[in-house]
């Protein structure tokens, strides 16, 4: 502990980073302008340390870390891909960076205009009729949706009480439709990890207000029973929402109005540019077909016959309003450009290349681990450490030894319907050599599972923290550093 401590504090009595100017501005007397016990009897404690030591602690942190910059973040179901620089540096714009949302709509035309833009851009991509830029994450999105399936049932006179889930849904599916005042009906999948037609048949009924499908589903499959899906809860009077976080596999290839989907969320931080995965800003659109358009929140960015853009806050039927101000503005900046700079073609090639990466993964592993549900990949697939976990190496211990390999890891024990399951999606930004790389650290950590499964159990050896105890980490979770390690 010691130690740590002579390695993290830095200060030196007396070491300078910056020498600031003289103020120009004339001197006053704190002590006149305060109030005397408001004022500080000693100097600030502040770390005493030259410019190079503030950079290189900043530059070694940086890395301390995994993220997309420094390599591979095959992440299942979040779609870490790499995000371009310029679209960053666009958003960064004084123009873009220093408006105030409490300024003019007649002084800000241009973000209205970018808000206007990416709507339409995302109402092509989906085939929807309408759409808000509001929500500020996916799950935020299907909570929107579920408010807009409540309402729509409400003024038709009905009080309907279930939404019906696949079992391999994501965790913020069934939180959802809880806040949204339904109760979650979980429905099996079949032999080939798509729904359970039989079982679905069962559960629908004019007591079910909708469905919340994700497509393609989190095993990377394509629902190919949507249209019998969509035909059979629309018969029973129902909705049908796409979770459409997984966007990534189906821009420029199919769209979501024509499967069948009156509702859907896009999540702009996963398929469309926004750097995530540190709990920063994102933004979780939703796109709706046209009936369900009176519903969105308000305000919504409407234009004039002159061209003239403005905020239309007078929508009688709207849920109302659900994110301060218009939502996060300068992750819409960043889904503009990218989508602008991509075009159509680019977005289907995006597309395209997210599959192929998929499925030349699956193909280079499928000997040495078992993969249930290996027909019509996507975007991602889920392997199963069913083979590993007989020689007594839990997937934890597989994503664990990827650490040691410069990798992150891949979402694990989820979907919950494959034991030791093991979500890999590559994305669309790596190339082939950093497959390949990944491809032999599986193959390497399988070899030494068959010769020396103790030596991967110990994993990670190599990183700045090595295997915390999981249980003490969840129950006495305590991230606050102290100088005070004696
Ligand atoms: C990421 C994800 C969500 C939730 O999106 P957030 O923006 O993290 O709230 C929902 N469903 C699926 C399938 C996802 O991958």
Known sequence: MAENKVIFEKSVPGRWGVILPESAAPQIKLSDNIAQELLRSSPAELPEVTEPQVVRHYVNLSVKNHHIDKDFYPLGSCTMKYNPKINDALAALPGFSTIHPLQGEENCQGALHIMFELSRMLQKITGMADCTLQPSAGSQGEFVGLLIMKKYHEQKGEDRKYIIIPETAHGTNPASVVLGGYQPLEVKSDNRGRVDMDDLRSKVNENVAGMMLTQPNTLGLFEDSIEEIASLIHDAGGLMYMDGANLNALVGLCRSADMGFDITHINLHKTFSTPHGGGGPGSGPIAVVDHLSKFLPVPRVAKQDNGQYYLQKNCPDSIGQVHSFYGNFSILVRAYVYIKMLGDEGLKKMSRQ??????????????????????????????????????????????????????????????????????????????????????????????????????????PVNTPVSRLDETKANRELNLRWKNDLS
């Open 354 to 459: 997210a599959i192929i990466n998929a499925n030349y993964l699956k193909h280079q592993l499928k000997d040495a681990f078992h993969i249930p549900f290996p027909e019509g990949t996507l975007h991602e697939f889920v392997v199963s450490g069913v083979k590993q976990k007989e020689k007594g190496v839990k997937v934890l211990d597989i994503a664990k030894a990827l650490l040691d390999h410069g990798f992150h890891a891949p979402t694990i024990y989820f979907p919950n319907n494959v034991p030791e399951a093991m979500m890999i999606e590559p994305t669309e930004s790596e190339t082939r050599e950093t497959l390949d790389r990944f491809v032999s650290s599986m193959l390497e950590i399988n070899e030494s599972i068959n010769t020396n499964p103790e030596s991967i159990k110990q994993c």
